[in-house]
T-cell receptor, first 116, second 112 residues
Framework: GAGVSQSPSNKVTEKGKDVELRCDPISGHTALYWYRQSLGQGLEFLIY????????KSGLPSDRFSAERTGGSVSTLTIQRTQQEDSAVYLC??????????????FGQGTRLTVV | GESVGLHLPTLSVQEGDNSIINCAYSNSASDYFIWYKQESGKGPQFIIDIRSNMDKRQGQRVTVLLNKTVKHLSLQIAATQPGDSAVYFCAETSPYGNKLVFGAGTILRVKS
């Protein structure tokens, strides 16, 4: 597609349930990022994929959070046993990485997760 | 994970005035910087970027200034318009495509 696509756009789940959030990056982009944004706050880094390298998982807040990127394209962020504090907007971004290093990242519209 | 500020500073400007939004970055090894604009309910939108081998870059109505000595980045918006009202974030990254780290964000409010 023309831009980064995330699904679903909104998700309401019960506490304790597992959720999967999907990100389709821009075709050809080798780098993919997940961020979390609570209401009125900044972007909290979660995980970063770059090509075939091992992902940088240093931002995942607990072992209930995991992410994978299949075939270097689509990524899924999974939250197990959701808690109310997991409620936030989850943003995905993708970028090229050129000879000079990082290039501008483009964001999707995000998935608004509400845990009730 | 890395988290950013709990309280976003607010800059209020009159329509037609120039706006200057500031950002202090943390990593002296960072070599690439981006400004993003985020409107309510939307994902961040790219505005302008700059590499560390430059100290100024201009776009349409926007200028980014980089001062590596004091690790400071600024975004200047000329003739601010109501449509410029949003939250503005700076982001930095270190060499070879490492993760983008975002600053705390600044709310820009444009008064008509």
């Amino acid at each position: 597609g023309a831009g980064v696509s995330q699904s679903p756009s909104n998700k309401v789940t019960e506490k304790g349930k597992d959720v999967e959030l999907r990100c389709d990056p821009i075709s050809g982009h080798t780098a993919l990022y997940w961020y979390r944004q609570s209401l009125g706050q900044g972007l909290e880094f979660l995980i970063y994929f770059q090509g075939n390298s091992a992902p940088d998982k240093s931002g995942l807040p607990s072992d209930r959070f995991s992410a994978e990127r299949t075939g270097g394209s689509v990524s899924t962020l999974t939250i197990q046993r959701t808690q109310q504090e997991d409620s936030a907007v989850y943003l995905c971004a993708s970028s090229l990485v050129g000879g000079q290093g990082a290039m501008k990242a483009f964001f999707g519209q995000g998935t608004r997760l509400t845990v009730v | 994970g890395e988290s950013v500020g709990l309280h976003l500073p607010t800059l209020s400007v009159q329509e037609g005035d120039n706006s200057i939004i500031n950002c202090a970055y943390s990593n002296s090894a960072s070599d690439y910087f981006i400004w993003y604009k985020q409107e309510s309910g939307k994902g961040p939108q790219f505005i302008i970027d700059i590499r560390s081998n430059m100290d100024k870059r201009q776009g349409q109505r926007v200028t980014v200034l980089l001062n590596k000595t004091v690790k400071h980045l600024s975004l200047q918006i000329a003739a601010t318009q109501p449509g410029d009202s949003a939250v503005y974030f700076c982001a930095e990254t270190s060499p070879y495509g490492n993760k983008l780290v975002f600053g705390a964000g600044t709310i820009l409010r444009v008064k008509s």
